[in-house]
Nanobody, 125 residues
Framework: QVQLVESGGGLVQPGDSLRLSCAAS????????MAWFRQAPGKEREFVTS????????DYANSVKGRFTISRDNARNTLYLQMNNLKPEDTAVYYC??????????????????WGQGTQVTVSS
């Protein structure tokens, strides 16, 4: 059984940084595309960033480009999201997702088969 468990969320001030982690268990991770999505209150879940299985390609939403960095450690079955210069509009529950069917970067939620439970990120002064 595959499980994705996020950690690292919290309450920070504008301009601060946070690093999210997503640990994968089960026979899954090394050959699979991974991604981060987020959902703010009253809004739909939105794509943040994705990374291919080899970590040679990544994709970012325009709203986070230049501030967020996705990475993965296939030996540790762990996905990361480094978030710098956080803004109040980054406040959301952040979810990691993994795809069984795709190894390339994907933006559509329906291309991902496994989801974590989410971790709250709140940016407020």
């Amino acid at each position: 059984q595959v499980q994705l468990v996020e950690s690292g969320g919290g309450l920070v001030q504008p301009g601060d940084s946070l690093r999210l982690s997503c640990a994968a268990s089960g026979r899954f991770f090394g050959n699979n595309a991974m991604a981060w999505f987020r959902q703010a209150p009253g809004k739909e879940r939105e794509f943040v960033t994705s990374i291919n299985w080899r970590a040679s390609d990544s994709d970012y939403a325009n709203s986070v480009k230049g501030r967020f960095t996705i990475s993965r450690d296939n030996a540790r079955n762990t996905l990361y999201l480094q978030m710098n210069n956080l803004k109040p509009e980054d406040t959301a529950v952040y979810y990691c997702a993994g795809s069984v069917r795709y190894g390339t970067t994907e933006r559509q939620p329906d291309r991902y088969d496994y989801w974590g439970q989410g971790t709250q990120v709140t940016v407020s002064s």
